[in-house]
Nanobody, 120 residues
Framework: VQLQASGGGLVQAGGSLKVSCAYS????????MGWFRQAPGKEREFLVA????????YYSDTVKGRFTISRDNAKKIVYLQMNSLKAEDTAVYYC??????????????WGQGTQVTVSS
């Protein structure tokens, strides 16, 4: 049972970045997957979630219209495409496996996080 986030890095404001989360283990079959982030000195923030089938998604107002979540169950990877990045998007980004895309759903498994830094 493992979640591995990758793809973070340094990008200029206005730029784009795509982070990935590879998951392994039967536990994740039919799990919703979510992306969260945590900036220094701030609480962890929910960003977006996607259902196992990919048919349902839920975006926070903070990233709606700029970020896009997708998943490839055959490859067991979840992606987060981030466009129009701002300095305030700088944070450690985490993927997690949960029950449902609905707000407030429980996430039981977490990846180690990948750092995204947006320079202004």
């Amino acid at each position: 049972v493992q979640l591995q986030a990758s793809g973070g890095g340094l990008v200029q404001a206005g730029g784009s970045l795509k982070v990935s989360c590879a998951y392994s283990g039967r536990t994740f079959s039919r799990c919703a997957m979510g992306w969260f982030r945590q900036a220094p000195g701030k609480e962890r923030e929910f960003l977006v979630a996607i259902s196992w089938s990919g048919d349902s998604t839920y975006y926070s107002d903070t990233v709606k219209g700029r970020f896009t979540i997708s998943r490839d169950n055959a490859k067991k990877i979840v992606y987060l495409q981030m466009n129009s990045l701002k300095a305030e998007d700088t944070a450690v980004y985490y993927c997690a496996a949960g029950i449902d895309v609905a707000p407030g759903s429980r996430y039981d498994y977490w990846g180690q996080g990948t750092q995204v830094t947006v320079s202004s």
